[in-house]
């Protein structure tokens, strides 16, 4: 899918930047600073697949005078000396990478002819291909254009005259009745979008961008915000940040979104085809089929197939906890269009479809047996099927065995197994001591990788300064000149290798080498914080979860009070049946989740545990520890029971203390 994007930010001498850095890096090549007297070598770099630089008018000059030019222009220490567009190419313009002449770098040739044209700056561009750890389709151009006006003078001299629109202040820019820079970047932005639709209509490629946000283009979904290059460094390091948090959630939304769209639009033209057939009724079986495309025999198929995964799930769920209103609401949404494949099944009509066989559709095969009994085709209510799974399950109770419950002390009153409890401002703050530590290492890593290289680069420096200082005055000139300019050349390779790694600063390499390093030096350290990260994704999950339920509950208040009740409806018949169960048994009701019950246990074997309690005889499922004839207080937890052995304490009579005197 083709995404768009293009944004522009200035390049600041405050902000430590250069235009000749800049452009020697985006571009892969040298360019010696006149102004710092320093050289910028990328020419190793990989990755640029063109380069081009437009002038207006075609003003013949150099990459290395225009940024030197510009350097030297504006003299102030926050001086803007260049700007730079970021541009995304679709990479369906980009089939053959390496063509000058590809429809992504026709693309943007175009919009930098643009640009030239329309403010009178000199436009330098370059080609990047994706990055090796990013996506693979990310082909995207850098675009620096001067920040003012490329003229020559009267005597065919170039020069950098007055500053472009582009970087005139709103107020400017009113008074000469030009468009604010906000609008000015909107018609920018407008104009990318129609040029690469251009592309790729010549293409015949039915993909588009659009420049304009989500909200004037009237998307339900939503938009991510921008992560900065410090949270995209901390994501790649697997450590969750705040911004990628949003994005997360933001992803997850649009993604339900769509995916309630999709299934919308499906079932629709499911239900669509069905009325289709409803009214051939007059007519046979064979003109039906005839009338049904492969199409919607195949979307039919698929829609099977589709439906079968999340029905499975929501079954089995249903025999460990009552469902919720998502679950409900799937499976209302499947039981309607089923009926109708059902029924076209039993007429004859889909006949011709092949069967899913037994072994790939076991639990589908478990889910049919009890929402859809013989002989009648038709689906049964959430409660009913629920019930029917409960009753399975408590067939196999006597048959499962849970763990063995220890004994304790009444005065003790613990639980034998408590749900473990996070901590969430320990774990976030073990995390950023985490990534703190990680930035220092990999810090480390790179200052040692410096050190390493002045250390090499010294005696180099030594050598060339005592040739330098030992001329011959007759023989050996040649040979002392070849041995100055090679010590020379030795020491700028390593001069040129740190200038580079020390402007990049710490990269990818540098935090993987100090996370691998974290692990095998600190492994119990390691351990704690990757089980953290694991914790806040599983609580971020669960607060996704909860934010979705009040938001249905806001927004759609009548179908969620339905579902409530639904799911009440669905507890009480668990209830019922447990107590049922329990009146089989002997029993007058079935312990229910969350309550204490107190007294003495009138029966325990492997079917189960009875209690003589205040309200009767209570059922509980078999425990080890339990005694017959004893008195416990026995509390419900739901995943687990706490258990606790009752003690009584009689206090001496009178008639004892007499005896014992005696």
Same mark, same amino acid.
């Given at each position: 899918?083709?995404?768009?994007?293009?944004?522009?930010?200035?390049?600041?001498?405050?902000?430590?930047?250069?235009?000749?850095?800049?452009?020697?890096?985006?571009?892969?090549?040298?360019?010696?600073?006149?102004?710092?007297?320093?050289?910028?070598?990328?020419?190793?770099?990989?990755?640029?697949?063109?380069?081009?630089?437009?002038?207006?008018?075609?003003?013949?000059?150099?990459?290395?005078?225009?940024?030197?030019?510009?350097?030297?222009?504006?003299?102030?220490?926050?001086?803007?000396?260049?700007?730079?567009?970021?541009?995304?190419?679709?990479?369906?313009?980009?089939?053959?990478?390496?063509?000058?002449?590809?429809?992504?770098?026709?693309?943007?040739?175009?919009?930098?002819?643009?640009?030239?044209?329309?403010?009178?700056?000199?436009?330098?561009?370059?080609?990047?291909?994706?990055?090796?750890?990013?996506?693979?389709?990310?082909?995207?151009?850098?675009?620096?254009?001067?920040?003012?006006?490329?003229?020559?003078?009267?005597?065919?001299?170039?020069?950098?005259?007055?500053?472009?629109?582009?970087?005139?202040?709103?107020?400017?820019?009113?008074?000469?009745?030009?468009?604010?820079?906000?609008?000015?970047?909107?018609?920018?932005?407008?104009?990318?979008?129609?040029?690469?639709?251009?592309?790729?209509?010549?293409?015949?490629?039915?993909?588009?961008?659009?420049?304009?946000?989500?909200?004037?283009?009237?998307?339900?979904?939503?938009?991510?915000?921008?992560?900065?290059?410090?949270?995209?460094?901390?994501?790649?390091?697997?450590?969750?940040?705040?911004?990628?948090?949003?994005?997360?959630?933001?992803?997850?939304?649009?993604?339900?979104?769509?995916?309630?769209?999709?299934?919308?639009?499906?079932?629709?033209?499911?239900?669509?085809?069905?009325?289709?057939?409803?009214?051939?009724?007059?007519?046979?079986?064979?003109?039906?089929?005839?009338?049904?495309?492969?199409?919607?025999?195949?979307?039919?198929?698929?829609?099977?197939?589709?439906?079968?995964?999340?029905?499975?799930?929501?079954?089995?769920?249903?025999?460990?906890?009552?469902?919720?209103?998502?679950?409900?609401?799937?499976?209302?949404?499947?039981?309607?269009?089923?009926?109708?494949?059902?029924?076209?099944?039993?007429?004859?009509?889909?006949?011709?479809?092949?069967?899913?066989?037994?072994?790939?559709?076991?639990?589908?095969?478990?889910?049919?047996?009890?929402?859809?009994?013989?002989?009648?085709?038709?689906?049964?209510?959430?409660?009913?099927?629920?019930?029917?799974?409960?009753?399975?399950?408590?067939?196999?109770?006597?048959?499962?065995?849970?763990?063995?419950?220890?004994?304790?002390?009444?005065?003790?009153?613990?639980?034998?197994?408590?749900?473990?409890?996070?901590?969430?401002?320990?774990?976030?703050?073990?995390?950023?001591?985490?990534?703190?530590?990680?930035?220092?290492?990999?810090?480390?890593?790179?200052?040692?990788?410096?050190?390493?290289?002045?250390?090499?680069?010294?005696?180099?420096?030594?050598?060339?300064?005592?040739?330098?200082?030992?001329?011959?005055?007759?023989?050996?000139?040649?040979?002392?000149?070849?041995?100055?300019?090679?010590?020379?050349?030795?020491?700028?390779?390593?001069?040129?290798?740190?200038?580079?790694?020390?402007?990049?600063?710490?990269?990818?390499?540098?935090?993987?080498? +100090? *996370? &691998?390093? /974290? $692990?095998?030096? =600190?492994? #119990?350290? @390691?351990?704690?914080?990757?089980? !953290?990260?694991? %914790?806040?994704?599983?609580?971020?999950?669960?607060?996704?979860?909860?934010? +979705? *339920? &009040?938001? /249905? $509950?806001?927004? =759609?208040? #009548?179908? @969620?009070?339905?579902?409530?009740? !639904?799911?009440? %409806?669905?507890?009480?018949?668990?209830?019922?049946?447990?107590?049922?169960? +329990? *009146? &089989?048994?002997? $029993?007058?009701?079935?312990?229910?989740?969350?309550?204490?019950?107190?007294?003495?246990?009138?029966?325990?074997?492997?079917?189960?545990?009875?209690?003589?309690?205040?309200?009767?005889?209570?059922?509980?499922?078999?425990?080890?520890?339990?005694?017959?004839?004893?008195?416990?207080?026995?509390?419900?937890?739901?995943?687990?029971?706490?258990?606790?052995?009752?003690?009584?304490?009689?206090?001496?009579?009178?008639?004892?203390?007499?005896?014992?005197?005696?």
């Amino acid at each position: 899918m083709a995404i768009y994007h293009l944004s522009t930010k200035p390049i600041s001498r405050s902000s430590g930047r250069s235009a000749t850095a800049s452009i020697a890096y985006r571009a892969g090549v040298q360019i010696d600073d006149q102004r710092q007297g320093k050289t910028f070598d990328y020419t190793k770099r990989s990755g640029v697949l063109h380069t081009e630089l437009l002038t207006p008018n075609d003003i013949n000059i150099s990459r290395s005078d225009l940024w030197n030019m510009a350097e030297l222009t504006d003299t102030r220490s926050n001086s803007r000396t260049a700007r730079e567009f970021v541009v995304n190419i679709p990479h369906e313009l980009m089939t053959d990478p390496k063509d000058p002449n590809n429809r992504g770098i026709t693309a943007i040739r175009e919009l930098a002819h643009d640009l030239k044209n329309q403010y009178g700056v000199a436009v330098d561009f370059a080609i990047h291909s994706p990055d090796k750890q990013g996506d693979n389709r990310n082909y995207h151009a850098h675009i620096m254009v001067t920040t003012r006006q490329l003229t020559t003078d009267k005597d065919g001299n170039t020069k950098l005259g007055d500053k472009s629109q582009l970087e005139m202040s709103n107020t400017q820019l009113k008074a000469i009745g030009k468009a604010t820079a906000k609008d000015e970047l909107k018609i920018i932005r407008e104009k990318w979008a129609t040029i690469a639709n251009n592309q790729l209509e010549q293409a015949g490629i039915a993909e588009r961008i659009d420049h304009r946000s989500h909200k004037d283009r009237g998307l339900d979904t939503l938009p991510t915000i921008k992560m900065g290059w410090e949270a995209t460094e901390l994501e790649r390091q697997g450590i969750r940040t705040e911004k990628g948090d949003i994005n997360r959630e933001i992803r997850a939304t649009n993604e339900r979104i769509a995916e309630l769209k999709c299934e919308i639009v499906f079932e629709k033209g499911i239900l669509e085809n069905y009325s289709t057939l409803k009214s051939l009724d007059s007519s046979s079986n064979e003109e039906v089929k005839n009338n049904l495309t492969k199409k919607d025999l195949s979307e039919i198929e698929r829609y099977k197939q589709h439906s079968q995964a999340k029905i499975t799930n929501i079954t089995e769920k249903a025999d460990k906890e009552p469902l919720t209103q998502d679950d409900i609401k799937i499976y209302e949404q499947w039981k309607t269009v089923n009926n109708s494949i059902v029924e076209l099944e039993q007429t004859g009509v889909l006949a011709e479809k092949k069967k899913p066989t037994q072994e790939k559709n076991q639990k589908q095969s478990e889910l049919t047996a009890v929402s859809e009994p013989k002989p009648q085709p038709k689906i049964q209510t959430p409660l009913e099927t629920h019930s029917k799974r409960l009753e399975l399950q408590e067939k196999q109770l006597a048959k499962t065995v849970p763990p063995q419950v220890e004994k304790s002390l009444q005065s003790e009153n613990k639980p034998n197994i408590e749900p473990k409890k996070i901590n969430l401002a320990e774990k976030q703050q073990l995390i950023k001591e985490y990534a703190e530590k990680v930035h220092t290492t990999a810090k480390a890593i790179l200052d040692s990788q410096l050190k390493a290289l002045r250390e090499k680069a010294k005696p180099i420096l030594e050598k060339y300064n005592t040739l330098k200082d030992s001329k011959p005055l007759m023989f050996g000139k040649n040979q002392w000149q070849k041995d100055k300019d090679n010590t020379l050349k030795q020491y700028n390779n390593i001069k040129n290798t740190h200038d580079s790694m020390k402007e990049k600063g710490v990269t990818d390499d540098h935090y993987k080498q +100090a *996370r &691998e390093h /974290i $692990a095998k030096h =600190e492994p #119990s350290y @390691y351990a704690q914080v990757q089980q !953290a990260i694991k %914790d806040l994704e599983n609580h971020h999950q669960e607060q996704q979860n909860q934010k +979705a *339920r &009040e938001h /249905i $509950a806001k927004h =759609e208040p #009548s179908y @969620y009070a339905q579902v409530q009740q !639904a799911i009440k %409806d669905l507890e009480n018949h668990h209830q019922e049946q447990q107590n049922q169960k +329990a *009146r &089989e048994y002997g $029993a007058d009701i079935y312990a229910q989740k969350g309550k204490t019950y107190r007294g003495e246990i009138v029966r325990a074997d492997g079917k189960g545990i009875l209690q003589q309690t205040k309200e009767g005889i209570v059922y509980h499922p078999p425990m080890k520890g339990i005694e017959q004839g004893k008195s416990y207080t026995l509390t419900n937890k739901g995943d687990y029971y706490q258990t606790q052995q009752n003690y009584e304490i009689k206090a001496p009579t009178k008639n004892q203390d007499y005896e014992k005197g005696r």
